[in-house]
């Protein structure tokens, strides 16, 4: 019945998006409607998982090298304090890898601290050249979360992603991982990943998506909605570039419109607000920072048309 039902609504997203080619207006996500959709200045910006119907807060965290903090107890207490701001500010999803250092470990401590071992969205990754040893890296993540069960499991990078798919979709029929999917970052392999989404079912993908490198909307972002696939941005910021990119410079004055204050809000509701994205992961390493993010959940999200006023502003600096 659960199998059946899951498969109900991940057709239904397929049929959504065929009616959304259409013309017609329905789409199971947040649609764009013809001036900005106030998303209400409390209630949080959510997107849905097609395979389960399952709502996500659409940003949430990321970890790379801001949690690759080993032992150092200072260190330590900023990411307690990173993720006690994330949770407040409605977020769930937390993305690591086994590749980032010490990160997962700090995550799990700093869950342990919080008692938020299950009261969050884990998503991990597999990243090894061998099966074998991929199984008991999935195991090690799990230890070092301290977590009944990994919520989305993904091969990293599509490395040995034959095998490892293999593995997870084994781990996910055993009710030991709740979804199932495969990353790639810097624009890079979208071919191969496109070729995956085709011939294999996924819960999820992971890709490079912000408002300059959009290169995924051509043919990824299209497939992912046709299959019922959640989309995590990684990237949103180019790391520091887009920051570069305007420093110095105010925001458009049409930003207030969308309920923006910082260009990390500008930036993060240009992607949250395309209607094929699920959630984006921005990362920090301070609380502020942290605290702006979250605050792009909440207020007006922009429409087609204003997404187009954003490209053409940012274009301009």
């Known amino acids: 019945m659960i199998n059946k039902l899951k498969q109900t609504r991940r057709d239904f997203i397929k049929l959504s998006a065929a009616s959304l080619a259409a013309g017609f207006c329905l789409s199971p ?15 949080l910006f959510t997107k849905i998982i097609p395979a389960t119907g399952e ?35 409605g977020g769930t999803l937390i993305d ?7 990160s997962e470990e700090v995550i799990g ?15 991990t990754k597999v990243w090894t050249p061998f099966q074998s040893s991929g199984v008991k890296q999935i195991h090690d993540s799990q230890q070092l979360w301290g977590v009944d069960n990994i919520d989305l499991m993904q091969v990293h990078n599509l490395l040995s992603w034959e095998k490892h798919l293999e593995t997870l979709e084994h781990l996910k029929r055993e009710g030991q991982i709740r979804y199932i999917g495969i990353t790639t970052s810097h624009g890079r392999r979208h071919q191969e990943m496109e070729k995956i989404m085709q011939t294999r079912e996924l819960d999820f993908i992971q890709l490079t998506y912000n408002i300059l490198d959009r290169e995924a909307e051509s043919r990824l972002l299209p497939l992912a909605r ?19 990119r305007v420093q110095g410079k105010a925001l458009p004055a049409s930003a207030k419109a969308i309920d923006c204050h910082n260009w990390a809000q500008y930036f993060l509701k240009f992607i949250i607000s395309h209607p ?3 959630c984006a992961i921005p990362a ?24 187009a006023q954003m490209l053409n502003d940012i274009q301009g600096i």
């Open 29 to 43: 996500l947040t649609l764009l409607s013809a001036r900005p959709v106030p998303a209400g200045k409390s209630r």
């Open 55 to 89: 709502k996500l807060p659409a940003i949430g965290m990321g970890s790379w090298m801001t949690f690759n903090v080993g032992q150092d107890q200072g260190a330590r207490q900023n990411c307690r304090q990173i993720l006690t701001a994330f949770f407040n500010g």
């Open 96 to 102: 690591s890898s086994p590749m980032y250092g010490s």
């Open 109 to 123: 401590y700093c869950l342990g601290q919080l008692k938020r071992q299950n009261k969050h969205f884990s998503a």
């Open 226 to 244: 046709e299959k019922g696939i959640a989309v995590i941005a990684n990237r949103p910021f180019q790391r520091k570039g887009l920051f570069r």
């Open 276 to 278: 094929d994205i699920s």
């Open 284 to 307: 920090t390493s301070q609380v502020a920072h942290m605290q702006e993010n979250m605050a792009a959940l909440k207020g007006t999200i922009p429409d087609e048309k204003f997404r």
